[in-house]
């Protein structure tokens, strides 16, 4: 893919958030048969969860207007106040949803094992006692596939259903954060369905790698769908007309999905390049995905740096940058922002 704006435009790899619908998928925004959602006549809202259901191997799915709102409409629905959630180190419902599952769904988080996984023996370490009714009561165990604080990492398709497996086993709901499971599945080379299978209902996010503006989809068992409806309303999540968005979603689900696997050359690509300067670290081993993080020794330093020659990334932490490819950037970008990096650790 060659770049198509001008040479003044910012090569943007802060997040895969940041892509813009293009020409074809505005189109299908444009042309979509809409009606009024909230009383269930709004085909195209209909055909994305019928595809989305069908896609992640569950009875039903719901859309929902991002990802934060489909894990606590998750929390809501598996969960009562004062129950406790196992979740992996860093897990984005703990750290980047403004603390809803407290103060919406009333839960707590335990951290179980590191760097976002954890095993059987860790998930049995961070249940409560049952017996222990002063305690808070375990209801929940949520994975985050692919994890992003660990820089897009996947999770080891075993090592996931054994936990799920288990979690079951104990009684336990189990949830997906797959904000980014279409990465995983091409990651893993198995289907989104196939990664979902273990767990009661699962989040994907249709606006980071598929490039869709806006919006996520919950899937699950047909009632937890209609309990959750109930929860997105209650929330203020439910819209009118939404066919005009869920275009976008059904386009991004059937063309933008096999496409990841350029994503992940391109992050790959930029690792191996920013790897050999000298004040840059990349652990190779954590770029799996489409997420890159480097190591450096003043983030917002580097990332002014970076702005200042036409490149984009995060802070991601006092001493970290995390880059993020997506449809929007072409190896050519890829290869000006290594460029760009050189440029900043020669100072």
Same mark, same amino acid.
């Given at each position: 893919?060659?770049?198509?704006?001008?040479?003044?435009?910012?090569?943007? %790899?802060?997040?895969?958030?940041?892509?813009?619908?293009?020409?074809?998928?505005?189109?299908?925004?444009?042309?979509?048969?809409?009606?009024?959602?909230?009383?269930?006549?709004?085909?195209?809202?209909? =055909? &994305?969860?019928?595809?989305?259901?069908?896609? $992640?191997?569950?009875?039903?799915? %719901?859309?929902?207007?991002?990802?934060?709102?489909?894990?606590? &409409?998750?929390?809501?629905?598996?969960?009562?106040?004062?129950?406790?959630?196992?979740?992996?180190?860093?897990?984005?419902?703990?750290?980047?949803e403004s603390g809803a599952g407290g103060a919406i769904a009333g839960v707590q988080f335990t951290q179980a094992g590191r760097g976002g996984f954890f095993d059987v023996a860790e998930l049995e370490a961070a249940i409560y006692p049952t017996a222990a009714y002063y305690m808070p009561r375990t209801r929940l165990v949520a994975l985050e596939n692919t994890h992003n604080r660990g820089g897009g990492t996947v999770w080891p398709v075993a090592q996931a259903e054994a936990v799920a497996d288990r979690a079951r086993a104990l009684g336990l709901a189990t949830h997906l954060d797959g904000a980014r499971i279409w990465n995983a599945a091409v990651a893993t080379g198995r289907s989104a369905a196939e990664l979902a299978a273990p767990f009661d209902t699962v989040t994907a996010c249709l606006s980071k790698g598929l490039g869709a503006p806006v919006g996520s989809v919950l899937a699950g068992s047909r009632a937890a769908m209609?309990?959750?409806?109930?929860?997105?309303?209650? $929330?203020? +999540? =439910?819209?009118?007309?939404?066919?005009? *968005?869920?275009?976008? +979603? &059904?386009?991004? *689900?059937?063309?933008?999905? /096999?496409? &990841? /696997?350029?994503?992940?050359?391109?992050?790959?690509?930029?690792?191996e390049g920013v790897a050999t300067l000298d004040g840059c670290a990349v652990d190779l081993a954590t770029v799996q995905t489409n997420l890159v993080m480097i190591d450096v020794a003043d983030a917002p330093a580097f990332a002014d740096a970076m702005r200042a020659r036409g490149v984009l990334v995060s802070p991601f932490g006092p001493q970290r940058i995390r880059a993020v490819t997506h449809l929007d950037v072409s190896r050519d970008d890829i290869d000006a922002a290594i460029e760009a990096a050189r440029e900043v650790t020669r100072g």
């Amino acid at each position: 893919m060659t770049r198509s704006s001008t040479p003044s435009t910012p090569i943007d %790899l802060r997040s895969d958030t940041v892509t813009r619908p293009g020409p074809a998928m505005r189109e299908a925004m444009a042309s979509a048969e809409v009606g009024d959602d909230i009383y269930g006549e709004d085909p195209t809202a209909k =055909a &994305l969860e019928a595809r989305a259901a069908e896609v $992640l191997g569950k009875e039903a799915a %719901l859309f929902v207007s991002s990802g934060t709102m489909g894990n606590q &409409l998750a929390l809501l629905i598996h969960c009562r106040p004062g129950d406790d959630v196992v979740i992996g180190e860093d897990a984005h419902c703990k750290l980047y949803e403004s603390g809803a599952g407290g103060a919406i769904a009333g839960v707590q988080f335990t951290q179980a094992g590191r760097g976002g996984f954890f095993d059987v023996a860790e998930l049995e370490a961070a249940i409560y006692p049952t017996a222990a009714y002063y305690m808070p009561r375990t209801r929940l165990v949520a994975l985050e596939n692919t994890h992003n604080r660990g820089g897009g990492t996947v999770w080891p398709v075993a090592q996931a259903e054994a936990v799920a497996d288990r979690a079951r086993a104990l009684g336990l709901a189990t949830h997906l954060d797959g904000a980014r499971i279409w990465n995983a599945a091409v990651a893993t080379g198995r289907s989104a369905a196939e990664l979902a299978a273990p767990f009661d209902t699962v989040t994907a996010c249709l606006s980071k790698g598929l490039g869709a503006p806006v919006g996520s989809v919950l899937a699950g068992s047909r009632a937890a769908m209609e309990e959750a409806r109930r929860f997105r309303k209650m $929330l203020g +999540g =439910a819209m009118r007309q939404v066919g005009v *968005l869920c275009a976008a +979603g &059904l386009y991004a *689900l059937e063309h933008h999905r /096999a496409r &990841l /696997a350029d994503d992940h050359a391109n992050a790959r690509r930029l690792a191996e390049g920013v790897a050999t300067l000298d004040g840059c670290a990349v652990d190779l081993a954590t770029v799996q995905t489409n997420l890159v993080m480097i190591d450096v020794a003043d983030a917002p330093a580097f990332a002014d740096a970076m702005r200042a020659r036409g490149v984009l990334v995060s802070p991601f932490g006092p001493q970290r940058i995390r880059a993020v490819t997506h449809l929007d950037v072409s190896r050519d970008d890829i290869d000006a922002a290594i460029e760009a990096a050189r440029e900043v650790t020669r100072g």
